[in-house]
């Protein structure tokens, strides 16, 4: 099943060019509290399902376990590497002032 990233402005999907870049991609914990850390992260409005992953673009270099022949994120590490957009849509005010 194809993927992408699940992180905002992201556009690293598993595929062969992101395996020959080194980008590995990490699935979002089950565990409901390390999920629920995650999704405040990742800054996003939206249902995290058992495919949601996100790629190693958003974690330090610290964060990876990369000793056995599969990158791995190490215990409790949060993604924290982002690019969020200035201003959300919805955090814009269309009120009107009344004087």
Known sequence: MPSQCGAIGCSNKVD?????????????PSNPERRAIW????????????YTVICSA???????DRTGQTTRLREGVVPSIFNFPDK????????????
């Open 16 to 28: 062969a060019d992101a395996k020959k870049r080194g980008i590995t991609f990490h699935k979002v």
């Open 88 to 99: 959300h849509p919805l955090s814009i005010c269309l009120c009107t002032s009344y004087s």
């Open 58 to 64: 958003h974690f330090e270099e610290k964060d990876m």
């Open 39 to 50: 999704k405040q992260a990742l800054r996003r409005d939206f249902v995290i399902t058992k």
